[in-house]
């Protein structure tokens, strides 16, 4: 499982010209499930998500988590993530879960981030054409991956 975490001050997730999900002030991320993704995998994350200390205190130093920050968050399914491009020059999702595997999932990670986090978490909507929109704050971005725990 692999997530680009992007520390936002809004974000929002528009499909056919509605706005489905919107947030202002704390976490984007965007999710990728692969087909050796476990429950393991969702837990570890999802600890890691919501202790990871980004948001600044008082002295501006990124030492506060979302909880901390009474932050939002806001997730959205994106399969690249999973991107082979080390053969020619169209990359290969083979390592990406198909959706009868990844939407469960997606679910699982979702709910648990609620429990973690302990509010409810924003979505987009897996499969669907979205448009993400988003003002990153910082910028801070940070790319987590269950496998390698970093």
Known sequence: MR???QRVS?????IDQTTISSIRSGLLILLG?????????????CGKIARLRIFSD?????????NEVDGKVLVVSQFTLHASTHKGN??????AAK??????MYEKFVKKLDEEINKPVQTGEFGAMMEIGL?????????IDSKNRE
């Not at 809004?10 to 528009?14: E, G, L, N, Q, R």
């Not at 169209?90 to 390592?95: E, G, K, L, T, V």
């Not at 003002?135 to 790319?143: A, E, F, Q, S």
């Open 3 to 5: 997530v680009v975490l």
């Open 10 to 14: 809004k974000a929002s997730v528009i």
């Open 33 to 45: 499930i692969e087909n050796s993704d476990i429950q393991e995998d969702i837990d570890w994350l």
């Open 58 to 66: 008082k002295n501006g130093i990124m030492n506060l988590s979302v």
């Open 90 to 95: 169209r990359p290969s999702y083979i390592n």
């Open 99 to 104: 959706p009868h595997f990844a939407i469960p």
């Open 135 to 143: 003002v990153n704050d910082g910028p801070v971005t940070i790319i």
